[in-house]
T-cell receptor, first 113, second 109 residues
Framework: KAGVTQTPRYLIKTRGQQVTLSCSPI?????VSWYQQTPGQGLQFLFE???????NKGNFPGRFSGRQFSNSRSEMNVSTLELGDSALYLC????????????FGEGSWLTVV | QKEVEQNSGPLSVPEGAIASLNCTYS??????FFWYRQYSGKSPELIMS????GDKEDGRFTAQLNKASQYVSLLIRDSQPSDSATYLC?????????FGTGTSLTVIP
């Protein structure tokens, strides 16, 4: 079956702009979580959605937001981009909320210039 | 103090040798422990999970957990060049995953 699909795969934005990333989970999976990966900080948890509700949130500023649709697809948005937001943004899906096994998508590489 | 600490490496081993990767975690409330492999430019892939003290073997991989020492390790036997990747240790605590920054492993043919 198809894995977790993230779009776009690569993008370049300018400081101050905003960006929206999309994630389609594995068919049948209802939970989607988002992570930011940078060389210095590693993988850091952004938030988790289940049944269109945010269940958990990491320690990121309010510029980072997300949502989940009724078909379990999810989007995350970053407003007023900063250079430090350059990172690989990974989406992971699981069958249920707060599950032990999560499956990652290929990620969206964001570069802020 | 970080939730999960790993030696960033790089760790180099010759082909056929045993690679040993280590990880410590800070919170005794951590419940589940995982090892992910991440090839350069790719997403993390789950290779092992362990939930109770002791060893768990899966093919060439063995995960070891010592909750008293708050220590998790991954042994890769008969290392192959295709094992060259970054290995991420992760713990699940309070239904949230915490990842280490990863250990880079190179297997030299």
């Amino acid at each position: 079956k198809a894995g977790v699909t993230q779009t776009p795969r690569y993008l370049i934005k300018t400081r101050g702009q905003q960006v929206t990333l999309s994630c389609s989970p594995i068919s049948g999976h209802r939970s989607v979580s988002w992570y930011q990966q940078t060389p210095g900080q590693g993988l850091q948890f952004l938030f988790e959605y289940f049944s269109e509700t945010q269940r958990n949130k990491g320690n990121f500023p309010g510029r980072f937001s997300g949502r989940q649709f009724s078909n379990s697809r999810s989007e995350m948005n970053v407003s007023t981009l900063e250079l430090g937001d350059s990172a690989l943004y990974l989406c992971a899906s699981s069958l249920e909320a707060q599950a032990n096994t999560i499956y990652f998508g290929e990620g969206s590489w964001l570069t802020v210039v | 103090q970080k939730e999960v600490e790993q030696n960033s490496g790089p760790l180099s081993v010759p082909e056929g040798a045993i690679a040993s990767l280590n990880c410590t975690y800070s919170d005794r409330g951590s419940q589940s422990f995982f090892w992910y492999r991440q090839y350069s430019g790719k997403s993390p892939e789950l290779i092992m999970s362990i939930y109770s003290n002791g060893d768990k073997e899966d093919g060439r991989f063995t995960a070891q957990l010592n909750k008293a020492s708050q220590y998790v390790s991954l042994l890769i036997r008969d290392s192959q060049p295709s094992d060259s990747a970054t290995y991420l240790c992760a713990v699940n605590r309070g239904n949230q995953f915490y990842f280490g920054t990863g250990t880079s492993l190179t297997v030299i043919p």
